[in-house]
């Protein structure tokens, strides 16, 4: 642990990329494995996006060799189809979330790794240990490019994402130590993103742009480019001249052979504001109200951190999209067991249910600055005068059966039957290739 | 000029991509077009480099639709076409300098402009126009990131070169206003380029991503993507979170109808350490040394700027290399007409030139600090007693004839015949489409 004795985050990257199969831990692999799931029902989902369309178009018009499938299109060159797979799948902001990073992994070290992985003939598992070394080492960096970074205005999926995914495909482009520095000094200069782009196209975009960074310098290393020997925190490498306030060793304890922090890795599994979905969690964990009557309910509290109240406390939506941000509308929804994982759901029709409406009024929320902004506590009172006190916190970690369970409802819930054949094919990656999972990416047309 | 009124840099941009060509200052478009030729040769010359041979391995692994043509290589997608050209023009280091923009204009923008304007079916001359735009625009850019960006690590060649090549390559793809300013919007969040590359391949690259980024994202918007509404001084836009100490109003003055700063655009025309051009232009400009038998002078002394000598005053050079940072070899060399614009003559026998080793004992070399680093001043006493008293400064504009017969002879030294043939077919523009050009940028086989 060479890297942990003298601080140096490139040695501590490099190494990692090394990683042997069996110095991965277990549960980080297997949620690793719930990723792709979860990434490729995303990515599956938003096809049809504009976004997604026109990504498609650009590379259709470039043609090429197809080494690699894109989510509802042809096979492409590896570069050109991690763009587009890491932008679609990231089109419908549903995909994983790690906080500590401050960004999203899967969507872009997974398209990376599996673009890679296809092109050179790996297993599905290769491609996993592939992301999994890629997310971790994004993890890291991005602990050190720290929340001055962010609040700078970079955007971390997209910066931390395009080292994370440059290990990724250079792993499995096979790498030695000294192409795998270049391939991340290359990085260094190719990097970027920015939070400017959200509420636009370019949000998704940074996604795209991180795994064909990665793929993109992973194959000019492996093909002998050279580049700066320590990219990251070297004399203006990409930490000192991307934040003014870096971390140095934030991101090297504990050490990867003892801990692996994509273990805190979170899932969305509603297509709502993040707001809300303690309370959903709540209330779907309560066996007393799930898919009960709306009339069984006389009265329900919500209580949430205040800084929600301005972001997800609607009361009368009026379109599909505000739905998303109306706490009395989603409880209604959750109690009759509505599929709030369904992005399909939040429509236009929705907000002028009119079960909904009434039910509405019974809700209350109210602000509680105990209560983190992953939490909420709810008092529910039924008709016959029970009542029931609920509490949900996000943070807290999920049994992984249960977790499972909860993002095979979602991927149901967005993608139908096809949903269930991905997790009937691939929850179980024995004797699975890379190019399975890619002509299954490929399946969806548009 | 509501740009100058308002002081908005991305409102001056987005109306200089939209200039109409009668609005172009005649000297900066025949400048423009000297930087095209000087271009193409620097290109030409490097496809051989181990760096060019490794990008044009990469867009050949990737194939796809040949529209535009790649420097040493078959046709390729605009945007691979861009990224090859880009690092294969700047691999000798030998291209255009604009002081101001701190930076290198052609290798970023020229690439992009032609293999958007190969793709469109554009004239020449609308290429040339299209580079002007570019240029200036990232002339302009790069003065508001300004010295606080470079010095931070960040390499305005591929920084600002990206908005110039998306303004070039967007021109060509005829974007409308709104598709403009969303194209540089989605340049924000692309483009990238750190310092820390130089003296590795990942310099020359910067320039290819350059390029490539401005066909991505012109390519895109063209497309009708999305992006912020102000990438450059917006809101965590490119210049607030990639510049400490911006400048915000540099780039604005004096509004481009007046004059385009792109006029200050320099040349390098020997293909050695900078420092050593301005004894060489001494040289090379009087009429009583130029040519004449070393024998014939008895002694020479050089006064540069003291900065300068311990960059170049190597009294032995060992190799080629060590000759280009050597005023005695080179002042040898120059007085008796070697070609030091030819990269090819900087050899180990040239370091082992005894005539050469005999005429550096009459050299002496001091510090003058008030020359400043772009003057030399020379004091050459010839056999017969003669004294001659000689001075260059770089910063002096030279007549448009003297560049482009410098320019030219430049090409030759570094080409040949196909350097006479660049400059007999192209030095008028008339008539020639940018498919011509291309046909001779492609027509060097590596």
Redesign the interface.
Known sequence: MKYAREGSLIDMVVALAAFPRTALPDRARRLAGLSLLDWMACGLAAVDE??AI??R??IG?????GVASVLGGRAA????AALVNGATSHALDYDDTHFAHIGHLSVGIYPAALAAGEERGATATQVVDAFLLGAESAIRIGLVLGSAHYN????QT?TAGAFGATVAAGRLYGLDEGQMRAAL??C??????????FG???KP??AG?AASNGV?CA??AA??????DD?LM?????V??HS?KPDASAGLMPPPEEAFLFGDNKYKLHACCHGTHAMIEAIIGSEDLKGSDLGNVAGLEVRANPRWLRVCDLKTPRTGLEVKFSYAWLAGMAIRGDRTGDDGIYTNETASDTALADFAGKVTVTGDDRLSDMQAGLTVTLRDGTRLELAHDLDAVLPEQMLADKLRNKAEALLGTAGQTLWQRFEDLDGVTARDLGAFLGSRES
Chains 1, 2 share one sequence.
Not at 61 to 65: C, F, I, K, Q, S
Request: glycine share 16%; proline share 7%; charged share 15%.
């Open positions: 504009p976004l026109k990504l178009r650009l018009d470039e043609a090429g060799r060159p590896a570069r050109a700078l205005g970079f955007h997209a000094g290359l260094a200069t190719r990097a970027s993103g920015l939070k400017s782009q636009t196209m370019g975009y940074n742009i993109e194959a000019l093909l002998g480019m050279s580049s700066a990219g070297g004399v203006q490498g990409f000192p001249t003014p």
